[in-house]
């Protein structure tokens, strides 16, 4: 048997292995189901190929070899997804002002360079704060002003707000905003993810 046809059988055997252990339903949830299915057949084939009576002309040593390095890159594969998705959950401070009157504007210049973005959310702390308007102007020189007329009390956090499109630049954000009455010099931050 050639060297190909031993990796085929390989794979073809991992491969089969995947789909079928997809259908068995785990006890627990699983971020990567399939590919914790590839990595436990392709533990499974190399045990076979290490089993295997060793007279194949060299082909079965390449198989087994081939089959570590799947394992591997499986494995890498797992831990980049891991990082994908801890990254996409992270939430980046794109800036911050001081309202410091009865009424107030103010603009975050965010730039190309801080990165393209899905969801922008806004903290505010220092004191009660009202929001009016939220203009957000992309790289593209489009914009977005979505709903606000939000109050917020001293250590609070707006809801994530979904920019439209995929992600996209930011080029800069226009606040206008005030003081409740009582308050004293709230502190607002620009998050975004």
């Known amino acids: 048997m050639n060297f190909w046809k031993a990796s085929t059988i390989v794979l073809t055997s991992a491969l089969a292995g995947v789909i079928g252990f997809g259908s068995i339903t785990s006890a627990h949830a699983d971020a990567q ?9 392709l533990e499974s084939a190399k045990a076979s190929l290490e089993a295997a009576t060793p007279d194949k002309g060299g082909h079965r040593v390449k198989a087994i070899q081939a089959t570590k390095d799947a394992i591997e890159e499986t494995k890498k594969g797992i831990a980049a997804d891991n990082t994908n998705e801890a990254d996409a959950n992270r939430w980046d401070k794109l800036g911050e002002r001081t309202v410091d009157g009865k009424a107030d504007k103010d603009t975050i210049v965010v730039g190309r360079d801080d990165g393209r973005f899905k ?12 929001m009016y308007d939220v203009l957000v102007t992309f790289g593209d020189g489009s914009s977005f002003s979505p709903p606000t007329r939000l109050k917020f009390d ?3 956090t707006s809801r ?12 800069k954000i226009d606040f206008k905003y005030g003081n409740l009455p009582g308050g004293g010099r709230a502190h607002v931050e620009l998050w975004a993810r």
């Open 33 to 41: 189901p399939k590919m914790h299915a590839a990595l436990v057949s």
């Open 119 to 130: 969801t922008i959310q806004l903290k505010v702390d220092g004191s009660a704060l009202e």
């Open 154 to 156: 001293k250590g609070t």
């Open 160 to 171: 994530a707000i979904d920019l439209p499109g995929a992600t996209r630049t930011i080029k």
